[in-house]
């Protein structure tokens, strides 16, 4: 499938209304764009379980869509690597496997501490202590499934803030397509193992160096807060995939792209 936005996308969709997109007048493009971002959301908290196969009447009747929108958000999707068209099959939502661990929290270990040491002196302390306490809120009353959303939420954007401190618009856009993929490992293992991820003291050691000034203590707890990271959430899909065995295909993301 192309990555170029499909020349269907100027259709009119009045023959496949969406129950939950109740404005007739909404341009397809927004339409897509609203399909899209839906369908992310349920990809990255696996919801679309990873591995697994889905059609475009599947998708239309999950999501309240037309078929013009479905098929805008499929191609920004496989545009990204979540899926995998199959002809005359529907897609493939990428899997999981520890390679994917591996890459993704090489990168963060190496990128990570250095935004740190940038946003030194930079960063606004009072919102990551908000967003810190935002992690942390237990939330008793949702479902684990919730619990671990609010978490990644919070999580992602304490770290992205401190990215965006970091007066680096490319190192800010790497981090956050890299925080998406740790969505779906932490969905993957933390969720079908049916626990909450824990980050210690971590993010307030950081607030603390910064409040300090101490760029190179923020950088050295950023790498120790990675790593440590990397070893919970590894054992975690580890278990997962196992306990799955062969009805998760072990595609990786990089692999789908091929």
Do not use: W
């Not at 599947?58 to 805008?72: A, D, H, N, P, V």
């Not at 929290?105 to 946003?119: D, G, I, K, S, T």
Request: charged share 25%; proline share 5%; with cysteine.
């Amino acid at each position: 499938m192309s990555s170029s936005q499909p020349t269907a996308m100027t259709y009119d969709e009045s023959a496949a209304p969406s129950p939950e997109l109740p404005v007739p007048s909404m341009p397809a493009v927004l339409r897509g764009d609203d399909a899209y971002e839906r369908i992310r959301r349920d990809l990255l908290s696996c919801k679309l379980m990873p591995g697994s196969t889905v059609t475009e009447s599947q998708l239309m009747s999950e999501y309240g869509i037309g078929k013009t929108s479905c098929r805008i958000a499929l191609v920004r999707l496989v545009h990204e690597g979540f899926v995998r068209s199959l002809p005359r099959q529907g897609y493939r939502i990428a899997a999981i496997t520890l390679k994917d661990v591996e890459e993704v929290f090489a990168l963060r270990v190496q990128l990570e501490p250095l935004a740190a040491r940038l946003a030194c002196g930079r960063v606004d302390v009072e919102l990551l202590r908000r967003l810190e306490a935002a992690c942390r809120v237990p939330h008793p009353e949702r479902a684990l499934s919730a619990q671990i959303d609010v978490f990644l939420d919070a999580n992602r954007e304490f770290h992205l803030a401190i990215a965006a401190a970091s007066g680096n618009e490319r190192l800010y856009r790497t981090l956050a397509s890299l925080l998406d993929e740790m969505s779906r490992l932490v969905a993957l293992g933390f969720g079908v193992q049916g626990t909450k991820p824990e980050i210690k003291h971590d993010h307030n050691a950081m607030i603390d160096a910064f409040i300090a000034r101490d760029g190179r203590r923020a950088e050295t707890i950023a790498r120790r807060h990675i790593e440590t990271f990397q070893s919970m959430t590894m054992e975690k899909v580890y278990a997962s995939l196992s306990s799955a065995g062969a009805s998760l295909p072990l595609y990786t993301v990089a692999e789908l792209r091929r």
